[in-house]
């Protein structure tokens, strides 16, 4: 059910009960309406705010987490391209096409992110590699370096491609 019915239905119920509320305490005897029945429902709705304002942050405290997680998440994984990416620049010219690829596999991997709430779309997709990540590790594995800088760069741009991926596949799966 949308927010806007549920909001609907939650105003439906608090001014139909006010209503009653009204129209009952023109029926109620005089001795239900003394100070200290006023004193004990007063107490008893001072009891019923602390808990809802409580309810409430816990709620706002708990999205704010969330945020954060998905903020932070996203903020590393862009750190983790940008770094790839400069990697296969400093390897050579004949990374072109990982570079390609990995720019096309970016949305996909934006895509995952945001869909991890979509519970069908996280159960089907939480491990599954796309195509182009499958075609971006083979060529990126598959790269025969000449030099030795171009050995230490292949090291490390396995080392990334690993890291970035270990860090999708744990942050991606479906929360229950």
Not at 52 to 81: C, E, H, M, P
């Amino acid at each position: 059910m949308s927010a806007l019915g549920l909001s609907a239905i939650a105003f439906a119920c608090i001014f139909g009960a006010t209503l009653s509320a009204i129209y009952l305490r023109g029926t109620l005897p005089e001795r239900h309406l003394n100070a200290d029945s006023k004193d004990a429902i007063r107490l008893s709705m001072g009891i019923i705010g602390t808990m809802a304002a409580l309810v409430l942050g816990l709620l706002i405290a708990s999205a704010k987490g969330s945020y954060d997680a998905k903020t932070n998440q996203i903020r590393q994984l862009t750190v983790n391209i940008i770094v790839l990416d400069q990697l296969l620049a400093q390897y050579g010219p004949e990374t072109r096409t990982l570079r390609e690829l990995l720019r096309r596999g970016t949305a996909s991997m934006v895509d995952k992110i945001w869909s991890e709430r979509d519970l069908a779309t996280a159960t089907t997709t939480a491990f599954a590699m796309s195509a182009d990540a499958e075609a971006f590790l083979a060529r990126a594995e598959g790269l025969v370096p000449t030099t030795d800088v171009q050995r230490s760069i292949r090291t490390r741009i396995i080392a990334s491609i690993t890291a970035s991926m270990r860090s999708i596949s744990t942050k991606t799966t479906p929360e229950h």
